[in-house]
């Protein structure tokens, strides 16, 4: 017998949709309070003229392609030109996209979906169950460079076999049964895998355009094809992206925007000066000194809570920052009430652990009296010294020069120069800053170049699980090089667990047990503001930052 649902959320979650879906992203904050009205909260406004947007993008992404990425830059692209097996409504909740409904096994670990009648790629033609075996198997090729690949091999069925080269298609969990109906089978039962299915590294790419275009499939607009309800009519590199309504799309007599122009402006403050003079019609990063006033101007400011956390990785395997003390020291050494307050300039809540309150499991959230570390909302310069004297570093003598490294961004930057200062001023050591464009600055930090550098998370699906990967040993997402046994011990009991009250202690457990080693410098929980024309509605943002424009509206 079979469960047949159309939606599933893994547990009771709350929480409303920072920076990508992705997992990486600039400072931001979360509040305390959130006065604004936001798009879900709004009526649809009745179009009027023409139903064309310009908005503003402050990063370019290193690639829009699905199966490849892990950008949170690239979100506003794939979120709006892609739609996988299932997607995120305006609440934030897991709905059916391509997948019309599914059935669950009883024993939870085979899901068939049944795909919606007529899907089309962008070009016109048929998309089929087909596309989604294509695009996973993809994803599973090491040749791929999928950032996202353990999404994938850590859940389904001989998907890490097939990545290593020991299994093979026929083995691997994934099978297009007929046209419509696609078959994933799990290594074992997963309650959160729905909420695992909105990655967009489960979305479907057209097998034909990527054999016959390699890797530059996603570089122009021709090759660039997709099946959500927008596609890319142009693209002018280092200038802006055009998007247009696909007429292909399943759901194209609901979709109301013709063209929505995505402007690359790097500085904020100058993407800001286009938006109060009517230019452009949204921006997504707000110069932070300017967010109270533009909301007391009632100027379109959208605060939305982020599901994530504002950190600093600490590379765990370079001397001296293997040393746990020496990492407590960093810790207690940073006055993160002063970055919130005088540097980004927004309502927040330090952060003494890495991830972020809105996870509930009846009444209960994940966050509900952790420990704080040692760790206060200002510097404790005593113990910090203490902690650094103790790991062999009195008053910061024979400290090495500490290399703090930050992507460019105008607001990253601040806070980067405060905690060098802090850095300095309470541990006596020295501190070198270095920045680059957020390309070359990821790529070092996935190889581990650097000693400190500016990162930040916002969960892919509304689940813890999308935290706790990011101290698994040797896990692609791992970028502290942390390493704890026990820990990972921890994460695969938490995935396997079905019952939810369990499934929290141990996420609890797994948490404290990491957090008392200070893999990362904890700063706060974040959320997103960026702004929006207030004759402009239907647009929502998830918790992971992914900001859908499929019933955006523009009127008088």
């Known amino acids: 017998m079979k469960r047949k649902l159309s939606i599933m959320l893994a547990m009771v979650m709350v929480g409303s949709t920072l920076l990508a879906g992705c997992g990486k992203s600039e400072p931001q904050t979360i509040p305390t309070t959130t006065e604004e009205t936001t798009a879900e909260e709004t009526a649809p406004a009745t179009a009027s003229g023409a139903q064309e947007l310009t908005f503003v993008l402050s990063n370019e992404p290193d690639g829009i392609d699905p199966s490849i990425t892990n950008n949170s830059f690239a979100a506003t692209f794939i979120s709006n030109c892609f739609e996988g097996l299932v997607t995120n409504d305006e609440s934030g909740s897991v709905v059916p996209g391509s997948a019309e409904t599914w059935d669950i096994s009883e024993d939870g670990t085979v899901y068939t979906f049944h795909l919606r009648a007529g899907l089309k790629w962008s070009d016109g033609t048929d998309l089929t169950a087909e596309d989604f075996v294509y695009a996973i198997q993809r994803v599973l090729t090491p040749e791929t460079t999928a950032q996202y690949v353990s999404m994938i091999t850590t859940y389904v069925a001989g998907a890490q076999e097939f990545y290593d080269g020991t299994g093979t298609a026929d083995s691997l969990g994934v099978k297009a049964v007929d046209a419509k109906t696609l078959e994933i089978t799990l290594i074992q039962p997963t309650s959160f895998f729905i909420d695992v299915l909105s990655m967009w590294v489960y979305d479907p790419v057209q097998k034909a355009t990527i054999e016959a275009n390699g890797d530059k499939w996603t570089t122009t607009p021709e090759t660039y094809v997709c099946n959500g309800p927008y596609k890319i009519t142009e693209m002018n590199m280092g200038e802006s992206v055009v998007l247009e309504r696909n007429e292909n799309y399943w759901d194209n007599a609901n979709t109301t925007m013709d063209k929505i122009t995505l402007r690359y402006i790097l500085d904020t403050s100058t993407a800001l000066t286009a938006y109060e003079s009517g230019e452009v019609d949204g921006i997504r990063n707000v110069p932070a000194s300017d967010v109270t006033r533009l909301k007391a101007e009632d100027a379109g400011v959208q605060t939305v809570p982020s599901f994530g956390t504002v950190y600093y990785l600490i590379n765990c395997e370079k001397e001296p920052y293997n040393n746990p003390l020496v990492r407590k020291a960093l810790n207690l050494a940073i006055d993160r009430q002063s970055i919130i307050d005088n540097v980004v300039q927004i309502d927040a809540q330090p952060a003494y652990n890495f991830i972020s309150p809105g996870y509930v499991v009846n009444g209960v959230d994940l966050t509900d009296g952790r420990s704080d570390r040692e760790l206060s909302a200002t510097a404790n310069v005593e113990a910090a010294q203490a902690a650094l004297a103790e790991a ?54 996935q190889k581990g170049n650097y000693e400190v550098a500016a990162m930040g998370w916002s969960a892919d699906y509304m689940h813890p699980m999308s935290f706790l990967p990011l101290l698994v040993t040797k896990d692609v997402s791992n970028n502290s090089f942390y390493s704890n046994s026990e820990y990972d011990a921890l994460v695969k009991q938490v995935m396997s667990e079905t019952d939810a009250t369990k499934a929290l202690d141990l996420m609890r457990q797994a948490e404290d047990l990491v957090m008392n080693d200070y893999p990362y410098i904890n700063l706060y929980y974040k959320a997103n503001n960026f702004l929006m024309k207030n004759n402009v509605t239907g647009f929502y943002m998830t918790a992971s930052g992914n900001l859908y424009f499929k019933h955006a509206v523009k009127g008088e």
């Open 392 to 445: 062999g570093y009195p008053n910061g003598e024979g400290f090495p020069t500490l290399q703090l490294s930050y992507y460019s961004d105008d607001t990253v930057k601040k806070v980067v120069e405060a905690l060098a200062e802090m850095l300095k001023t309470n541990l006596g050591i020295k501190v070198e800053i270095t920045s680059n464009d957020w390309a070359i600055y990821y790529e070092d930090v």
